[in-house]
């Protein structure tokens, strides 16, 4: 371990081996740091954290705060984080709100400067999220999802799976898996091309997530009709099932956001 004069680390945190700690970072107490990661200065790891290997925490992030929510009431939650990811000058993540849950973050992902992550949020593996992108409570962003810029995503969405969403757009209702979306509020404009041949999706499967796309937003279908049509006449994959099951838990929310559960 590496760790500066001037770092406050709690003698309860558990520091891995080959750990970095910068100059005046604080780690509270009851943090995990795993192996290999590097803590840069005046970063704060706040209570009930742990980070898994190799994440790089940069300058004035602060990471698990109590969540900016009034249902918290200081019980016991966490913030649970991956490997391998990249988390920029001034980032905030928050811990959960309600007894024993947590905040999770995947593994391989790139969180920009200012982005932020609100309580009981989820994020899978190899996300982007783009400078000062900032993201409402209990939300869901899967794999590969892309972020972009000054993106403000209402508390309760869904982003799918390798989904991409344009900078500066407002987002109120989910964002299916391998589309684009943009505006204001957001809507579906494409489907993101650039990043099922980033992610080495077969040609024949992207010649069918276009013909669903067509079917979903460029024909005269509601989206029931749409789904039907898809299970019917495009070819199964993987990809066609996540993207027909995602809109087909939508109708489980409120006005779009399938997280968003009726009570």
Known sequence: MAIHPSAIVHPSAQIGADVEIGACAIIREEVVIGD?????PHALIDRYTRLGERNEIFFCAALGGPPQDRKF????????????????????????????????????NMLM???HLGHNCRVGN???????????????ID???VIGAMV???????????????????????????????????????????GLRRAQVPPEVQND???????????????????QRIREEVNSSREIQVL???????????????LDRKT
């Open 36 to 40: 290999g990661s590097i803590i840069h």
């Open 209 to 227: 997530l276009k013909t669903a796309h067509r079917l979903l937003y460029r024909s005269n279908l509601n989206r029931s009709q749409a789904l």
């Open 113 to 115: 400067a200012y982005a």
């Open 152 to 194: 403000g995503l209402h508390q309760f969405m869904r982003v799918g799976e390798l989904a991409m969403i344009g900078g500066y757009s407002r987002v109120v209702q989910d964002v299916p898996p391998f589309m684009m979306a943009e505006g204001r509020p957001s809507e579906v404009v494409g489907l993101n091309s650039v």
């Open 126 to 140: 190899g996300v982007t999220m783009a400078n000062a992108a900032m993201v409402g409570g209990h939300s869901r």
């Open 73 to 108: 009431g200081g019980e016991r939650s966490d913030l649970v984080i991956g490997d391998g990811n990249l988390i920029r000058e001034f980032v905030t993540i928050h811990r959960a709100t309600g007894e024993g849950l947590s905040t999770v973050i995947g593994s391989d």
């Open 143 to 145: 794999d590969r999802a």
């Open 244 to 258: 027909v099951d995602f809109l087909s838990r939508i109708k489980e929310g409120r006005v779009g956001r399938q």
